[in-house]
T-cell receptor, first 113, second 111 residues
């Protein structure tokens, strides 16, 4: 079945430093890849999606390239802010008749000022 | 603009008691609807999905049931809660089986 493996957290960074959250996926389908972000006590928000292989998605300074060759979709940001503190999920989907999203286990990011 | 509302915001219930959680989507006609469960500190697991009124498919069996009585409403329920039902319940919608948008969630504590 489909699976997603991402950087195990928690990750603690200082403001202004760079972030990389690794994500690799396995699927026999042709998926769209997503990054979602979840703030404490809230539902996940779509950060961005990339429906096509070898294309890049970006939003709020975050970006990721859908690399079909290495089956990777690493999340990067050049300079994190305290407000970026949240849990980040690499997500594979939608797949199957139920449009199932397969979530990674999440990476909790804490940014210190 | 579309809005998604979940109720209640939080519940504290006793083991063996019944439960009903609701979700309403406004501003979108005939969306696909989904229920997810998230254990504290855990990832999201899809429970149910619905493509149309009156039609619900189960993805994971957790002694829960779901119904879609109206186009814009999705209900999650059980007659007898278990301790393992504690967690964060999220409703989501999508169009054409594409990206999903989540509601604010309901925090359930079973004692």
């Amino acid at each position: 079945g489909d699976s997603v493996t991402q950087t195990k957290g928690p990750v603690t960074l200082s403001e202004g430093t760079s972030l990389t959250v690794n994500c690799s996926y396995e699927t026999k389908q042709y998926p769209t890849l997503f990054w979602y972000v979840q703030y404490p006590g809230e539902g996940p928000q779509l950060l961005f999606k990339v429906p096509k292989a070898n294309e890049k998605g970006s939003n709020r300074g975050f970006e990721a390239t859908y690399d079909k060759g290495t089956t990777s979709f690493h999340l990067q940001k050049a300079s994190v802010q305290e407000s970026d503190s949240a849990v980040y999920y690499c997500v594979l989907g939608p797949g199957g008749s139920n449009a199932k999203l397969t979530f990674g286990k999440g990476t909790k990011l804490s940014v210190k000022s | 603009a579309q809005t998604i509302h979940q109720w209640p915001v939080a519940e504290i219930k006793a083991v063996g008691s019944p439960l009903s959680l609701g979700c309403t989507i406004k501003g979108k006609s005939s969306p696909n609807l989904y229920w997810y469960w998230q254990a504290t500190g855990g990832t999201l697991q899809q429970l149910f999905y619905s493509i149309t009124v009156g039609q619900v498919e189960s993805v994971v069996q957790l002694n829960l049931s779901a119904s879609r009585p109206k186009d814009d409403q999705f209900i999650l329920s059980t007659e007898k809660l278990l301790l393992s039902h504690s967690g964060f319940y999220l409703c989501a919608w999508s169009l054409h089986n594409y990206e999903q948008y989540f509601g604010p969630g309901t925090r359930l504590t079973v004692l």
